[in-house]
Nanobody, 125 residues
Framework: QVQLVESGGGLVQAGGSLRLSCAASGRTFNNYAMGWFRQAPGKEREFVAAISWSGGRTYYADSVKGRFTISRDNAKNTVCLQMNSLKPEDTGVYYC??????????????????WGQGTQVTVSS
């Protein structure tokens, strides 16, 4: 089992920044690829970003490329999502996820892998 706890969400104006963190415990953190997803009201959960176990490879949804950066610190068992130039359409609950590969993370279903409880991000216009 891997336990994931997100933090760092909040209310921010359009154009602002937020940094989300995900603290992992349980099985060896650096065995897992990690990712971030988000879910807006009335919409399905969508992939945002993923990072390989080493941190050497990253992937982003087209909607956040150039604005968001995913990173990880295996010594601290954390993964972060730096979000800049936020837009109202970035509003949603952001979830941290873990799976055995970046390919698995990018297509992860809610009933698979490991998930945190989520943190709310609200971007006002």
């Amino acid at each position: 089992q891997v336990q994931l706890v997100e933090s760092g969400g909040g209310l921010v104006q359009a154009g602002g920044s937020l940094r989300l963190s995900c603290a992992a415990s349980g099985r060896t953190f650096n065995n897992y690829a990690m990712g971030w997803f988000r879910q807006a009201p009335g919409k399905e959960r969508e992939f945002v970003a993923a990072i390989s176990w080493s941190g050497g490879r990253t992937y982003y949804a087209d909607s956040v490329k150039g604005r968001f950066t995913i990173s990880r610190d295996n010594a601290k068992n954390t993964v972060c999502l730096q979000m800049n130039s936020l837009k109202p359409e970035d509003t949603g609950v952001y979830y941290c996820a873990a799976a055995m590969s970046t390919g698995a993370v990018r297509t992860l279903r809610p009933e698979d892998g490991y998930w945190g409880q989520g943190t709310q991000v609200t971007v006002s216009s």
